[in-house]
């Protein structure tokens, strides 16, 4: 016997569930690859954050990024660890930086400037829990440069693939789709 619902979910609801399970599978994957510098990660799932902000708005942003946090820490089995709290910790003062950005965008500031800034932000959320709570060594702030810089390269990489898959005519009819229905 099958139970049906009324189907009450909306396009845009559709569009944030498939960004979040887009979302979920790129981190997944990208957790398989080997890092030659340990918690260092192109981060190519911040690339559905973007593609979240820039299309659907922020409270969509919001929404894909807890999932994804969420949902890949349950699939990697990290849920409640202290990669799960980094991740969280990173994903959290991402948000706070394309929240404070998010007025001066698209004139000016575009997916470049929000992904450089979303890196950096990322970084130094989980370097200052990493510090404050889990090695609170007094020589940890000298990785932080190293750090930043690589946030600064990843960022850039994300933020030129966010533009070029925004800039998609297939996804801007889907975009349509979903805030118009």
Do not use: Y
Not at 48 to 53: D, G, K, M, P, Y
């Amino acid at each position: 016997m099958t139970t049906s619902f009324p189907d009450t979910l909306t396009p845009r609801d559709r569009a944030i569930a498939a960004l979040a399970a887009i979302a979920i599978g790129v981190q997944v994957l990208e957790a398989a690859i080997p890092s030659p510098v340990p918690g260092i990660k192109p981060g190519l799932a911040n690339i559905v954050t973007l593609i979240a902000l820039l299309t659907l708005g922020w409270r969509a942003a919001v929404a894909v990024t807890l999932i994804r946090v969420v949902g890949a820490a349950l699939l990697l089995g990290t849920l409640l660890s202290p990669a799960f709290w980094l991740s969280l910790a990173g994903a959290l003062a991402a948000l706070a930086a394309l929240g404070l950005l998010r007025p001066l965008t698209p004139r000016h500031v575009g997916a470049l400037g929000l992904a450089i800034a979303a890196a950096m932000a990322h970084i130094t959320g989980q370097f200052l829990l990493a510090w404050g709570v889990i090695i609170p060594h007094p020589n940890l702030p000298l990785v932080l440069p190293p750090l930043l810089l690589a946030a600064l390269i990843t960022g850039s990489v994300t933020g030129i693939l966010a533009a070029h898959v925004l800039a998609d005519p297939r996804i801007q009819r889907h975009v349509r789709l979903a805030r118009h229905p």
